[in-house]
């Protein structure tokens, strides 16, 4: 462990009466009762009030930033003496579903319990939509800022804990176009900032390289037809048949581009997410445009403008192999990836946490290409550490919840209670010190 981030005896007794302090019951309940609060993409009002309500009741000084009239952010601030830096922890308070019949058939033939707004308490899990993504990050966070305060550790710096709406990687156009890190994006150009940050997602690992992404439409033309016209009529030509090589081609590049771009902690994926054509109700007509929709993950060095280039080579490429298919193509969405240095005192701080809380040294990271809103805050100026928790589809998930990404809505408390505790040395770590030992 660095020297710099050794704890002395007072830090050390705080640390001990902090992680003493961890109520699990209390970080339960604040888990179940964000679950039965509904906040889907765009409509994260209530529960970003709720928090802001639950922050004052802790003891920071909290408020409810409204963006728009069904989201907003939930702000809390515990200050310290005013000689230390400014810590930000973070996590995203919107759910990736609607938690309704409108998400069938897309998330199977039927809502399971974890895909659905309401908390089933089951042993040792919280169950129910976006139960451990992102509700218990934003109750461990909230857990341990509980703790400190509770163990009457003496600030120095300041503490922001803070919740986004419109984290999750989509937009909803119904609600204001929400989504794609809009919630923290406006907040961090609306008044809150910090010297460094942590932000809590699942893995239990340590990442200073954030992924970031674009999105891409491709339409491929034909003409419209009638389902009576014989195959080869001059004159028509399907969309959809030739769609399908589009797609070959585009999943044969898809698969390669992660060891081009891999960096010391990303190896950006990128999938094929939908395709529309056609009317379902008129199948007699085949359409003229078959749109083929995709999301490539970018390391956080590429600029979009590269990744854009890349793609339009891959496209025209493609096109040349087969001159009998045209096709356009456009990119309609796009977040930069960003990274803090490794060697940043948040990156070591949360490295000696870990360290502190195994006894070893930190083996490194597994390489991963989830896009979060670490990438936004990061780029708009905050030094960013991405720190997490065992993400339980490794270990004891329920088999009725074990097929695809469900409504990341399965919570194991103990799983939580590690994560936590390294939070708490980081606190510690960070806002009990000056600014001039932090490095700033």
Known sequence: MPDQHNFNEQQQAWFKKACASINKDRLRELNRSLVDIHSPTGAER????????????????????????SSGNAIGELRG????????????????????????????DRLRDDMKPHSIDRDDLVIGLGASNPKSMVASLTEA??????????????????????????????????????GVSYMLTHGVTADYGIIMKPWYDIYHEHPGMCWFKVKVKGSLGYAGIPRGTPGFRSSIVPASVVIQEIEQWLSEFPEKHKTEQIAPEGWIAAVRSGWPERPAFPAATTEIYLDVR????????????????????????????EADWEMYGSCPGSYTPKDHWIVQSARSAWEAQEGKPYPGAAMLSGQTDAAIINKLGIPLVRVGFPWIGDTSVPDEFSDGLGGMGVSKIDDLIKPIENIIYSIIDCCTRTREETGL
């Open 298 to 325: 970018t390391n956080p060095y590429q600029t979009m403008g590269e990744v854009r280039f890349e793609f339009d080579s891959m496209m025209r490429e493609l096109l040349a192999k087969h001159p009998d298919i």
């Open 145 to 182: 800022v509980n703790a400190v305060v509770d163990a009457g550790v003496q600030l120095k710096g300041n503490l922001v804990l803070a919740f986004a709406g419109g984290g999750m990687p989509l937009y909803v156009p119904e609600r204001n176009n929400f989504g794609m890190s809009s």
């Open 81 to 108: 003496d005013g000689t230390g830096g400014t810590l930000l922890l973070y996590a995203p308070i919107d759910t990736h579903l609607e938690g309704s019949d409108a998400d069938l058939p897309m998330v199977g």
């Open 46 to 69: 209530e529960a970003s009030e709720y928090m802001a309500s639950y922050m004052r009741n802790t003891g920071l000084q909290a408020r409810y930033q409204p963006v728009n009239e």
